[in-house]
């Protein structure tokens, strides 16, 4: 045989980028990028947990951006995790992503709680200027196989 086989490779990164329209219907496609894209991977990130926090992502960018200019979907998974990204036209970076809001969020408002979550579950997050607004992102590390549900 010529060339590595397949379980003799080395753990590579491998990355998604897609455009998602500037609508509501762009959060459940992008869940299903993050499911897929982490689905084959023997050692990766919590899936569920990715597909939450994207959710949020791409809800607070079609939610807080104005415009018809599509939203952009970045998943990258490399051997220690992956990484999401959520590319917007707006520049302003969002609140309290990187530091806790100046007061809780209401438990009886729907809103209010979608930074606290990426916060809280993800192993880092940011935000970062992009040549057309900016990119909102968060890691999560991998999960072992045995501590993963079946």
């Known amino acids: 045989m010529n060339g590595p086989a397949l379980?003799?490779?080395?753990?590579?990164?491998?990355?998604?980028?897609i455009a998602l329209p500037h609508?509501?219907?762009?959060?459940?496609?992008?869940?299903?990028?993050?499911?897929?894209?982490?689905s084959d991977l023997e050692?990766?990130?919590?899936?569920d947990t990715a597909e939450l926090l994207t959710a949020e992502l791409?809800?607070?960018?079609?939610?807080?951006?104005?415009?018809?200019?599509p939203i952009e979907l970045v998943v990258e998974?490399?051997?220690?995790?992956?990484?999401?990204?959520?590319?917007?036209?707006?520049?302003?970076p969002p609140?309290?992503?990187?530091?806790?809001?100046?007061?809780?969020?209401?438990?009886?408002q729907e809103h209010g709680r979608g930074l606290l979550l990426i916060r809280a579950l993800s192993s880092s997050c940011g935000h970062r200027?992009?040549?057309?607004?900016?990119a909102v992102w968060f890691r999560l590390p991998v999960v072992p196989a045995r501590w993963r549900p079946a």
């Not at 379980?7 to 980028?17: G, L």
């Open 7 to 17: 379980q003799d490779r080395p753990s590579a990164s491998a990355s998604w980028r």
């Open 23 to 38: 609508t509501a219907a762009a959060v459940p496609v992008a869940r299903a990028l993050v499911r897929t894209a982490l």
């Open 43 to 47: 050692h990766t990130a919590d899936s």
């Open 58 to 69: 791409v809800a607070n960018a079609v939610e807080h951006t104005s415009g018809d200019i």
């Open 77 to 92: 998974v490399r051997p220690t995790g992956c990484q999401v990204e959520v590319h917007d036209p707006d520049p302003e």
């Open 95 to 108: 609140d309290s992503l990187t530091k806790p809001p100046a007061e809780e969020p209401d438990p009886w």
């Open 129 to 134: 200027p992009t040549e057309s607004g900016k």
